[in-house]
């Protein structure tokens, strides 16, 4: 069956650039996550929904990030301005109901700015 | 503040030598931990959770709230489990659930 797909899989700004990065969760997961992946610092929470709402905001890292759901499903990521310290993998989960379910991982979009 | 530690980065392992990758958690209350690996080039997946009691490829984690830990653990380690594991801890707040993962520890076994 399908899994979580992330697109693009790979993207390269440049610095002051805004960038979107796109999540599709598994059919009928109602919860989704945005993790950041860096090297040497593991995977890094950013944010949640559980629907289209998030609960806490607080894990994004300034306020150039933002996320967005919208239908249940598809989630954005925006970052804007980047800037070099941006440059990780950004990896979206999904599933059934956020909590101590299983998350499906995506495989990640890498993202790196010049 | 460091909710999951995973002190260690690397680990080597002979093959067939027991393997332990230790994980201590910073939470008061009664969280729920995973494991998660990520095999190469393969996507990050659950290995195991500690609600379920389950033992998944002949590794078992225990959670020990005296000791705030929650290690994994297999007796024989085999080649195939070479890869990046990472423990992580959920618990809900009033603004909704919190999540952390470790830094990871990559497990080499070596034939």
């Known amino acids: 069956g399908a899994g979580v797909s992330q697109s693009p899989s790979n993207k390269v700004t440049e610095k002051g650039k805004d960038v979107e990065l796109r999540c599709d969760p598994i059919?009928?997961?109602?919860?989704l996550y945005w993790y950041r992946q860096s090297l040497g610092q593991g995977l890094e929470f950013l944010i949640y929904f559980q629907g289209n709402s998030a609960p806490d905001k607080s894990g994004l890292p300034s306020d150039r990030f933002s996320a967005e759901r919208t239908g249940g499903s598809v989630s954005t990521l925006t970052i804007q301005r980047t800037q070099q310290e941006d440059s990780a993998v950004y990896l979206c989960?999904?599933?059934?109901?956020?909590?101590?379910?299983?998350?499906?991982f995506g495989p990640g979009t890498r993202l790196t700015v010049t | 503040a460091q909710r999951v530690t995973q002190p260690e980065k690397l680990l080597s392992v002979f093959k067939g030598a027991p393997v332990e990758l230790k994980c201590n958690y910073s939470y008061s209350g009664s969280p729920e931990l995973f494991w998660y690996v990520q095999y190469s080039r393969q996507r990050l997946q659950l290995l195991l959770r500690?609600?379920s009691r389950e033992s998944i490829k002949g590794f078992t984690a225990d959670l020990n709230k005296g000791e705030t830990s929650f290690h994994l653990k297999k007796p024989f380690a085999q080649e195939e489990d070479s890869a990046m594991y990472y423990c992580?801890?959920?618990?809900?707040?009033?603004?909704?659930?919190?999540?952390?993962f470790g830094t990871g520890t990559s497990l080499t076994v070596i034939p």
């Open positions: 500690h609600i």
């Open positions: 989960a999904s599933s059934f109901v956020a909590g101590n379910y299983e998350q499906y």
């Open positions: 059919s009928g997961h109602t919860a």
């Open positions: 992580a801890l959920s618990y809900p707040l009033n603004t909704g659930n919190q999540f952390y």
